[in-house]
């Protein structure tokens, strides 16, 4: 089934890596739900410059009091850092299974904030 480059097809495909298992799979899972973050922060994508999607997480969750979002990024860019830079530490199933909620309850808590909401509530 084709899935679509946006935050509900990265989400959906982050979940089927979560339940195939293995580190490999799970270092995906891990990998797709930090884009499908990325691209709900920066639709279209980052291109390297700034704003990095950091900064702007930081320029809505803060003024409005939301540390709660700011600290999802954080820590779900930490385990996706650790994924992709360092191989001699294991991704987890319980570090795929935590990056995939948090970035689904992050997208949801995102549209809160900037009052809209997509398919599914995402």
Same mark, same amino acid.
């Given at each position: 089934m084709a899935r679509q480059a946006n935050p509900e097809g990265l989400l959906a495909f982050a979940d089927d890596m979560l339940s195939t298992g293995g580190e490999l799979s799970? *270092? &995906? &899972? $891990?990998?797709a739900a930090y884009a499908a973050v990325e /691209?709900? $922060?920066m639709p279209g994508g980052?291109?390297?410059? @700034?704003? @990095?999607p950091r900064d702007v997480v930081r320029m809505f969750a803060q003024p409005a009091g939301r540390h709660d979002i700011a600290v999802l990024f954080r820590k /779900? @860019?930490?385990i996706c850092? *650790? @994924? $992709?830079?360092v191989f001699d530490a294991?991704?987890?199933? &319980?570090? &795929?299974a935590y990056a995939v909620h948090a970035a689904e309850e992050f997208c949801r808590k995102w549209d809160g904030l900037l009052g809209r909401a997509g398919p599914n509530g995402l």
């Amino acid at each position: 089934m084709a899935r679509q480059a946006n935050p509900e097809g990265l989400l959906a495909f982050a979940d089927d890596m979560l339940s195939t298992g293995g580190e490999l799979s799970f *270092r &995906a &899972a $891990v990998n797709a739900a930090y884009a499908a973050v990325e /691209l709900k $922060v920066m639709p279209g994508g980052w291109k390297g410059q @700034s704003p @990095s999607p950091r900064d702007v997480v930081r320029m809505f969750a803060q003024p409005a009091g939301r540390h709660d979002i700011a600290v999802l990024f954080r820590k /779900l @860019s930490d385990i996706c850092n *650790r @994924s $992709v830079h360092v191989f001699d530490a294991g991704i987890t199933e &319980a570090d &795929a299974a935590y990056a995939v909620h948090a970035a689904e309850e992050f997208c949801r808590k995102w549209d809160g904030l900037l009052g809209r909401a997509g398919p599914n509530g995402l």
